[in-house]
């Protein structure tokens, strides 16, 4: 019995402990975001308490001089065309590889197999030049072109979840008289919602956390996304931790928003995003 | 070989990848930027390519631009800041898209100049006027103009140094640890900030290179000698940087450091000194009003080391402005750099040396002139060569890798001695150059 | 639900005379279009992938053959001479002892994942608030990640503050020699990716009917007994998917790293490496040789794992 409760005791001992090392970190920058930057020179030590708990000054300046405003939208346009697209493509591309047995289809799953596995950054010049031909230097475009491009994962989770609709559903909109394209946009997209919900989450916060990709193919000020935006006080504001901490705090606000509304969702998109 | 080709045949199946083949090579659109005969005439919209991100940021361009363009009321200058100015650039110098104006980076060899810049005149017409232009010369033209000239050195806090009673500058590495040394027993302040973090005030120690020996062949010495060789110019700041650090004189913990952090407190004296260029003495000023100090307090001083009794201090080019040799707009583009060098008042804002070789030397070196300071030009005909064998060698002269692990070696935190370090260096800087066949 | 109702409506549509007629007159060019069917499904997909994939991985195979500096419009073949200076230059490979912090640091990861899924998997109080604690790092942006942990490890920073408020005053530099720093930069890799192999344990370990557990509470089974013969199983193919992935990003760590230290005091990756090779010293042929390197290591990583733990349920085919 007693053994019991002392084992109980530890096990929350131990998530307490994970918590502490969780939240800390965050917290203090937190705590220096609402200092002023009298407070950070007079040496106001990482745990003391901000002066004015509501001194929101810094929150001001990051949000007005780091362009932050800009910097959502942007974020905001390239997450919906570049998610929209990845269902798009993923979706089509497992309907193809799962309904259909074509030759080189083995050779076409290595191909998206093997993507997954190459390491990014080393190939950026010649990516590079390619989006340049393109045109798509400097512009929105070229994430989102190299977001839906690169995308290996959302297809991996339709594939599993196209794999449990029953074929029966197919050849019987076949007798009806549809189509491929129509089987695949009457019955097995509209089927597809759960997986949907997955991919707009993992792809989501992929893309709203990605840095380099934007750091490179958007240099312009005014083409700034959150990641980039944030980057950019290293600059200005090299020696006011309290206007980095702020905009450290912006930047993940939104996170910590969606994560709290849509908790389950996330759990269960991350879950089946790798497993199924 | 051509580059274009060797990739054309290699992914010739990728039939989608010829599109991307069409990007810089030969360009037949006239290799010269022409100045413009009449201001008002020029049209079109350019973009400058900086690596000044804080001078972007802060509006200080556009306050240029606007002023620019009461003289050339038909251009539209917009700015690009990069804040990884070389790794950017190099990327985008693959295609034809790098801007109108840009600085030229550290990538490109000389000889590659004319295919990546617009001439901006022969070296007899531009040398006459302008400082530096021989770091950009190929086959007699110039490719690009730097619009300030800087001139390394200590930065330091007056105070600091009087109140640990030293009035007078160093002349040996000796007297001038002795001095840093006097400075952490007499004050607060640390004597001595490296800057490690942040990385390429690290490189600024290449630039002793001249200023030992006051040798304006130094250069040249770099691509034919062991720059680490007993007595060399590299090997005397290397060892000093090394000894700082070993007796205990620099920052506690160079691994967090912060270079913006760095300003304000050497302009209130909690940091003594700091190995830089006479281009930061305006920053520390700046830091030191809004820190509500006195401007006067911050000093600057030449490396410890003199020949026949006077210092010597090397003038050296910042990052050249040049012209892309596809823009469409050369001439707009051209008149942005000779306002800029000419006529903008970049230098005098920044204290810094004039390009114009007539130009009076800025108040920040008055106690140079007074004190007899010897101010040289290095012969940078060998320039390619050394940077040539420094990227072969992967020794990094110009890269903060190696005084990283140089400071590393001197606070404990890697093994081996100072002067093991040093010789494998001069060994790798040999094999190198042998490689190459020079 | 929708299938249901369409299984409804399937009799009432009269199928029979429309088959054959599709079929009859023209079975030559049916089985044409049959054919080219997925082709039309995966061809936007492919191109993308094409373009933005594999074209930069023929270029990089194309420069680990030369000797381009990355920028200038002259190159050379140099046939193989790039590997061959890879494979006799051993310091280049001197940096895959840094890995190894962080292929221990993965051990760590996965333990203390395991170790909280199971015990979150059981009744206790407060489950989806820790549960969401140790879940949201993975969710937080990179780049204030390296901030909020430059501060972490700042001289009279966060850690420094906490030590000193439990009565450990230390003026130790955390990123100041390469045991310290290494161990730091891995602390903070196992603070963010922690959360991810934590929620996918989980999330294998609920999957396990509930009938199961009753049983051997049932049989009187202890909570190690329930653990080793219920969710060890049940875990399995997971688990080996967390290894693999693990092994293979300890390999290519780059992104915390870089973006800390830069790679100074000993914390040099091989991917570091690499773009240093590639962007300070122009040795964009060299460099590419070391990517393609990297990249035959982690396919053959890959291909072990595969020959030693055969599991179709993480398999695309």
Redesign the interface.
């Known amino acids: 019995m007693t053994r019991r409760t002392v084992a109980r005791a530890l096990v929350y001992l131990s998530l307490i402990l994970a918590t502490l090392v969780v939240l800390l970190p965050l917290t203090v920058v937190f705590l220096t975001s609402l200092k002023s930057s009298k407070e950070m020179a007079n040496g106001s030590g990482a745990l003391a308490l901000p002066d004015d708990p509501l001194n929101f000054d810094n929150y001001v300046t990051a949000f007005r001089d780091g362009q932050m405003l800009s910097a959502f939208g942007n974020t905001a346009i390239i997450l919906v065309v570049a998610v929209g697209g990845t269902i798009l493509i993923g979706s089509m591309t497992a309907y193809a590889i799962d309904r259909f047995h074509f030759r080189f289809r083995k050779l076409v799953v290595a191909l998206f197999l093997l993507a997954a596995l190459v390491p990014g950054v080393t190939t950026q010049v010649a990516t590079f030049q390619i989006v340049n031909s393109f045109g798509m230097f400097d512009s929105l475009w070229a994430p989102i072109a190299l977001y839906m491009g690169t995308d290996i994962v959302s297809i991996y989770i339709f594939l599993q979840f196209i794999r449990s609709i029953p074929v029966s559903l197919d050849e019987a909109a076949r007798l009806d008289g549809a189509n491929a394209f129509a089987i695949y946009r009457k019955v097995i997209f509209p089927l597809l919602k759960p997986a949907i919900a997955t991919v707009v989450i993992v792809k989501g916060i992929n893309v709203y956390n990605d840095f380099y990709i934007p750091f490179l193919y958007m240099p312009s000020e005014d083409l700034g996304v959150i990641s980039t935006s944030l980057f950019r006080f290293k600059g200005p504001f090299g020696a006011h931790w309290e206007t980095i901490s702020a905009g450290a705090v912006l930047v993940i606000l939104p996170t910590l928003l969606v994560f709290l509304f849509l908790q389950r969702f996330i759990y269960n998109g991350f879950t089946r995003g790798a497993t199924k | 070989m051509n580059r274009r080709k060797v990739l054309a045949g290699s992914i010739a199946t990728l039939a989608l990848l010829a599109s991307a083949c069409t990007g810089t090579g030969g360009s037949s659109r006239g290799a010269d930027a022409e100045a413009p005969d009449d201001p008002s005439e020029v049209k079109g919209s350019i973009t400058v390519l900086t690596h000044r991100t804080d001078l972007v940021q802060d509006g200080t361009m556009k306050k240029y631009a606007a002023e620019f363009n009461k003289t050339y009321p038909g251009v539209k200058v917009e700015f690009d800041g990069l804040t990884d100015y070389e790794g950017e650039v190099k990327i985008r110098m693959n295609t034809e898209n790098y801007g109108d104006v840009l600085m030229i980076p550290a990538v490109i060899q000389k000889k590659d100049y004319p295919k990546f810049f617009a001439s901006l005149g022969t070296k007899a017409e531009r040398g006459a006027k302008y400082r530096f232009t021989d770091y950009s010369t190929v086959d007699g033209k110039v490719y690009g103009q730097s619009p300030v000239g800087v001139v390394p050195g200590f930065i330091y806090n007056k105070k600091v140094w009087s109140q640990a009673g030293v009035t007078d500058w160093p002349t040996t590495p000796a007297e001038f640890l002795d001095d840093l040394k006097a400075i952490k027993s007499k004050t607060d302040a640390v004597p001595y900030y490296t800057n490690f973090k942040d990385m390429w005030p690290l490189t600024q120690w290449t630039n002793v290179n001249g200023s030992v020996s006051c040798d304006t062949g130094a250069t040249t010495e770099l691509a034919e000698g062991d720059p680490w060789a007993e007595g060399a110019d590299l090997r005397v700041g290397d060892t000093l940087l090394h000894d700082i650090v070993s007796g205990g004189l620099a920052e506690k913990d160079p691994t967090t450091t912060n270079w913006e952090g760095s300003k304000p407190k050497l302009a209130k004296g909690e940091i003594a000194t700091m190995w830089l260029g006479s281009w930061a003495v305006v920053q520390m000023q700046d830091a030191a009003e809004q820190a509500g100090t006195d401007p006067a307090d911050i000093g600057f001083m030449p490396f410890p080391a003199q020949r026949e009794g006077a210092f010597c201090a090397v003038t050296s080019p910042d990052y050249q402005q040049a012209v892309n040799v596809n823009s469409d707009h050369k001439e707009a583009a051209r008149a942005w750099i000779d306002w800029f060098t000419d006529k903008s008042g970049y230098a005098a804002a920044n204290l810094a040396l004039s390009p114009l070789k007539d130009a009076p030397l800025p108040d920040i070196l008055q106690p140079y002139e007074e004190k007899g300071v010897k101010l040289i030009d290095l012969d940078d005909s060998k320039g390619a060569e050394v940077k040539a064998i420094d990227n072969q060698s992967e020794v990094g002269i110009y890269k903060p890798d190696y005084r990283q692990e140089l400071v590393d070696l001197a606070r404990g935190a890697r093994g081996g001695g100072l002067d093991d370090y040093l010789g494998d260096l001069g060994k790798r800087w040999a094999e190198a150059r042998n490689s190459l066949g020079s | 639900m ?2 249901t109702t ?2 409804a409506a ?1 009799p009432v ?1 009269p ?1 029979a005379p ?2 054959p007629k ?1 079929a009859a007159p023209a079975p030559r060019r049916t089985r044409l279009s049959r ?1 080219l ?6 061809v ?20 680990s053959f ?1 000797d ?10 140099t046939g193989t001479e790039n590997y061959t200076e890879l494979l006799t230059r051993s310091e280049l490979f001197e940096v895959f002892f840094v890995s190894g912090y962080y292929l221990v640091a993965s051990v760590v990861q996965i333990v ?1 994942a395991l ?2 899924a199971t ?2 998997s059981f009744n ?2 407060f489950r ?1 608030f ?8 993975y ?6 990640i390296g ?12 850690l ?3 030590l000193s ?1 439990l009565g450990v005053g230390t ?1 130790h ?6 045991f310290s ?1 290494n161990t730091s930069l891995a602390g903070v890799s196992v ?1 963010r990716y922690l959360g ?1 192999n934590f ?2 344990f ?3 370990i609920q999957s396990i009917p509930g009938e199961l557990y009753e049983a051997a509470e049932i049989d009187g089974a202890s909570r190690w007994h329930q653990f080793r013969y219920i969710i060890a199983p049940g875990i399995k ?2 688990l080996g ?1 967390s290894v693999i992935l693990s092994v ?1 990003g300890s390999l ?1 760590v ?2 915390i790293p870089y973006i800390m ?6 914390t040099e990756t091989f ?1 570091i490496q ?11 042929g060299l ?2 040789a ?2 393609v390197v ?2 035959l290591i ?2 053959a990583v ?1 291909w072990v794992q595969r020959r030693i733990v055969p599991d179709e ?2 398999d ?2």
């Open positions: 929708t299938d369409r299984k399937r549509a199928a429309a088959g599709r054919r069917t997925p082709w039309l499904f995966l936007a997909p492919l191109a993308l992938l094409l373009t933005f994939t594999y074209a930069p991985i023929a270029n990089m195979l194309a420069y030369t381009w500096d990355g920028v200038s419009p002259e190159l050379n073949w203390l170790y909280f015990v979150l206790v109080r989806n820790f549960k969401g604690v140790l879940f949201f790092p969710l937080i942006n990179g780049v204030a901030f909020v942990f430059l501060y972490f490890f700042q001289d009279g920073g966060t420094d503050s906490v408020l003026d530099a955390w990123l100041g020699t390469p720093a603070w991810l929620v996918l989980l999330g294998a193919p997971i998917l293979s290519s780059f992104e230290t830069g790679g100074a005091t000993g991917v690499t773009v240093k090779l590639a962007f300070q010293f122009n040795k964009t460099a590419s070391a990517a990297l990249l982690v396919l890959t349920k993480v695309l085919v």
